[in-house]
């Protein structure tokens, strides 16, 4: 008797803790499916609130196609996204994996000194050194350029992704090495073939959040990037946003939305043990 | 163990001195960080320390003016009203994440079925940008073709169509409320590392001993959490001072220049007004404030974890 009832009470237990866990991730997703959904809409519905989310008069893509009227369309801005995060990829990957070899593998005069001074430029606010920033483009010649932008951003990743690179290096057995040298590897095929295959994980996890800070970089962009066909999707849409174009037509505003989520969402759910991974190397140490 | 290291520590000596020349090119290896960080961020740094002693104007000629830009600081009222917001903001929206993320954090620490499937929903819009996240709450919170307002009128909770935006105390906890669904789930996951990095054997010797819950939580939880509790701090409150995409993006500091934080104040000054000394100025005042902070927090993290 007393089995049964304790048993009854720990699946009671169980509904209530599911029920509670299912209406909070409805109330953490619903937001986003709100937005994809009422994306769909035509642009006569769009104008009506978003009740119900899905749409009531047929599918359709009309607010990506009236997205694509304003400004310089859709697809140039989304293009220099693509161009920055990509590249900001890339190259926060080639100067974060280089920088980690070098201070795990190497003893070097300022050695501690360098390390401690790119670590460090995570406690100043990059928002106070803007206006400067900008000066140095403008002198260096980068300034109004994409490759501008992705040089800052890079150098923003940098005491995050040398931290994650050095950790992984030390985290390769020396023997490895020591083996590898015997079999007359020198430094840079010892790096390419020996050392990228064990600390790939830690690439992966660098690359994602390269992209994603890049991709969702607002303020530098907008000071940094002052020609119209050089914005980046979030610069684009909150000038549409802001009524720059004329009428703010909210349909147009979700597809936007829609689209500047998409990639951070499919990345995340594809590669989340990398994300999580990240953060917890950054919350432990 | 001894013989083995009586036996490799001369080896490892000769093979160093062997390599002396070698473990120079490290410097190598480091040198495009170096350049870059040099470049895009020491060197600017420099640079704004020099700039704010000057009037700068975006054309024409730039002439030391001494510490004018930080007198004009202490009358600047506006600025010590956009500081004053941003500490109020800040204060606010760490109180809430905290107390939505905590619970969370608990909840998604203990193992059960669709675990993953929670943490994955709760930590979704962390993913998503500031400037998406604000672009969709702007659309939700529309007065006419959002969510929020429509739907109360719908139902029947409010008489008209309210627009959430119009007065300070609705906008301002609308931000809050978007800003803690955004963030959130990014708190939770810093949180529940420091969960999982309790021993389960205290917490089941506790219990033995007859701990309640609430004891446990109080005795054992809060005080092996506490540097986690002072990570997840930092990177709330610094991020929360430096706001800037929300209050840009749906209010553009409105209603009446209320929501003005001081990065906004700093931007305004910059690149709105182009008075890039004093914006330089404004912007050590910030930089001095945020560093400070950090050290202060720093110091709490670097306190041994345990119970006293």
New interface residues.
Partial sequence: MAQARSRKRRIGM?IA??S??IV??????A??V??VLSAFKPAQE??????PPWPTTGFSVENYATLNTFGDGLWLPAQNSIYVSVMTVVLSV???V??G???S?????L?NL?FV??LS?I???????????F??LTK?GLHNTLTGLV??Y??LQ?PFS?FMMRNAFDAVPREIEEAARMDGAN?VTMLLRVMLPLVWPGIVTIALFAF?GA?????AAL?LMTDQSKFTL?IM??AL??GRFGAID?GA??A??TV??SP??V???LL?RF??RG??AG??K | MTTIAATSAPARRRK?VGAGR?????????A???A??V???????G??AW?SLHNWPLMGEHYLIGLDNYWAILRDTRFWNALKFTGYYTVIVTIAIFVVAFP?AL?IERP???TG??R??????A??????AS??????L?V????FS??TF?LGLTEKKVNLLATFQPAFWSIIAMVV?KVA??TM??LM??LQ?IPPDLQEAAMIDGAGPLARFRAITLPLMRR?LA?ALILSV?GSV?A??QF??IL?GGPRNQTLTA?YW??NQ??VSFK?GY??AL??V??VI??AL?LIQLRLLRQPEGID
């Fill in positions: 169980q803790e599911h509670t866990g909070a991730s409805l109330l953490f997703l937001p986003i709100w937005t769009s104008r009506q609130p978003p009740l080639i100067v974060s280089l920088a070899y070098g201070f593998r190497f003893r070097f005069p050695k360098l001074v790119i430029t406690m100043i606010p990059f928002q106070s050194i803007l206006t400067p920033i000066l140095v260096i040089c800052v890079v150098t940098l040398i430094n994603l991709w969702n970089e607002f303020l000071v979030p849409m909150t946003q802001s909210w505003v979700q936007g939305v500047m989520m951070c969402l990345l995340f759910l989340q994300y999580i953060l917890m919350a432990v | 160093l070698r473990q120079w090119i490290g410097l190598l290896y480091v495009p960080a170096v870059l960080v470049v895009f961020f020491i060197v600017p740094l640079m704004t700039m969370l909840f059960r079925q669709m499937f929670y994955t929903s709760f930590f979704m819009p993913v998503i940008g500031f400037a998406s672009l969709l709450w702007s659309w939700l529309n006419d073709s959002g969510l429509p739907a719908e669904w789930g990014f996951i810093i590392t420091g990095s986690t990570l610094a430096l800037f995409d840009y993006i553009r990065v700093i931007f910059s690149f890039l914006g330089a912007s050590m910030l930089l945020l560093v950090s």
